[in-house]
């Protein structure tokens, strides 16, 4: 929001100082102290009187050169420019004068600290003179005369300030509703502004109020749609099972009579079914993760219990694919949660790690505790000794169905389904997924949840 002002600002000075640069461009006829008006006619004519006829009483006063002090030094000269009384000690005062007089009207010439203004004045007698005046900027910055003056500063700040405030507050709620839907939260909305709500007359109406209605209506269709497919996805999946049970029935009849070539085929029926079954399942978690809110019933769960009750069956699947799974694991690290979820969701991340393995090779599981910025953490740390991820597609694998080309392709055996669950069972914890490549290969997920501090 900050830098949006500054843009605004800075655009609006930006534009205001070409047309200061356009008008300032010729030479300078008029004076540039935008706080005076018309009285500073009179004021000019008035004190011009008066040191005219100081002069004519009785020659040049002694405090002539310093009439205001530091800010103003004033002289008087003919009407060809030949100083009579002070010397302001600026080229140009002559032929200012003069020019003055041949005009009869004020004129003005700027330096670059000062402008000096000549102000053409009669005694009674014909006889003309000229007045001069040396007048300093009131601002460092004023360099010849082409800033405006302190007022029309402040006043062009103020402006400026409240119109990128109302242009960048409607923006940064319009940001954050996005930013809420990237992340899963479709039920985010932009709220209406003060503007809108209390002055309509003022904020109602523009392309500001338009676009967060129209954020609304897309928001608003994006949630149905993915509610219709969530629904769709699980009443498929329920669907499928009736089906798949009598296949599995009707399997086991023709096994019973069916000869020996024919078993082949029919075991061949039989693993195809169990993948069948294996994805529905998957497709069912996933559909019962998405539809959650929160946890229903959570509890203080001692996180080692659940890497050692799930070992012992992943080193035997590790052992069938002729890899391995090792363990360290930190005793009292206790999170909040739902034990049956995160024992899914490692279950999920580590069987992964199996698949990609290769015979040799080792799945690692780490359990810890970790403090960042004086939250305590604790960390269940997968990593393989497969091929990776390249590193543009490691978020993308966190999607359902989505598996990589070549390395990780359906024949591996996976749907692509598992990382997705444990995704959303460690958000559900208020946790993060993350996954990253090793520095000698292979994939490292890691899932941290919110610990509970040792003692409480």
């Known amino acids: 929001m900050i830098r949006l002002i500054v843009k605004i600002f800075l655009a609006y000075w930006f534009a205001a100082g070409m047309v200061v640069l356009a008008v300032n461009i010729g030479p300078h006829e008029h004076m540039h102290i935008p706080e005076l008006t018309d009285a500073l006619h009179a004021s000019l004519e008035r004190d011009a009187r008066s040191v005219l006829g100081s002069y004519l009483r009785g020659g040049c006063p002694k405090d002539f050169q310093e009439t205001d002090g530091a800010t103003n030094r004033v002289a008087l000269t003919t009407a060809d420019g030949t100083i009579l009384c002070g010397d302001l000690g600026a080229r140009g005062t002559a032929s200012l004068a003069a020019a003055a007089a041949r005009a009869g009207e004020v004129r003005v010439s700027s330096y670059r600290d000062f402008q000096i203004v000549a102000f053409p004045i009669r005694a009674d007698q014909p006889k003309l003179y000229v007045f001069l005046i040396l007048n300093r900027y009131r601002a460092p910055m004023q360099l010849w005369g082409m800033l405006p003056g302190s007022i029309t500063d402040e006043v062009s700040l103020s402006v400026t300030l409240v119109m990128a405030i109302l242009v960048a507050l409607p923006i940064k709620r319009l940001r954050a509703m996005t930013h809420q839907i990237g992340v899963g939260n479709l039920r985010a909305r932009v709220k209406s502004s003060f503007l809108s709500r209390h002055l309509p007359f003022l904020g109602a109406g523009d392309d500001l109020d338009g676009l967060a209605i129209d954020f609304n209506y897309m928001a608003g269709r994006i949630e149905a749609l993915v509610d219709a497919q969530r629904l769709l996805l699980r009443d498929v999946s329920h669907e499928l099972r009736s089906p798949l049970a009598r296949v599995n029935l009707a399997l086991e009849l023709a096994r019973e009579e069916s000869t020996e070539s024919a078993r082949a085929y029919l075991d061949r029926i039989e693993q195809e079914t169990e993948k069948l079954n294996d994805l529905i399942s998957q497709l069912m978690d996933l559909s019962y993760m998405e539809m959650m809110n929160g946890l229903a019933h959570p509890e203080d769960i001692e996180l080692s219990l659940i890497v050692l009750d799930l070992l012992p069956d992943l080193q035997f699947e590790a052992e069938a694919n002729g890899c391995r799974v090792t363990a ?46 004086g939250l305590k953490q604790a960390v269940m740390r997968v990593s393989d000794s497969g091929p990776g991820v390249p590193e543009k597609e490691l978020q993308a694998i966190l999607t359902p169905f989505y598996r990589v080309d070549k390395s990780r392709h359906s024949a591996s055996g996976g749907f692509g389904i598992g990382l997705a669950i444990a995704d959303r069972t460690i958000h559900l914890h208020n946790g993060e997924l993350r996954v990253s490549n090793g ?18």
């Open 439 to 456: 520095g000698s290969g292979g994939l490292i997920v890691e899932m941290v949840i919110p610990a509970i501090p040792v003692g409480v």
């Open 328 to 373: 360290h694991v930190a005793h009292a690290c206790r999170a909040r949660g739902d034990r049956n979820l995160l024992h899914h969701a490692l279950e999920n991340v580590t069987r992964n790690a199996i698949r990609y393995t290769p015979p040799g090779g080792c799945v690692s599981i780490e359990l810890s505790a970790e403090d960042k910025n």
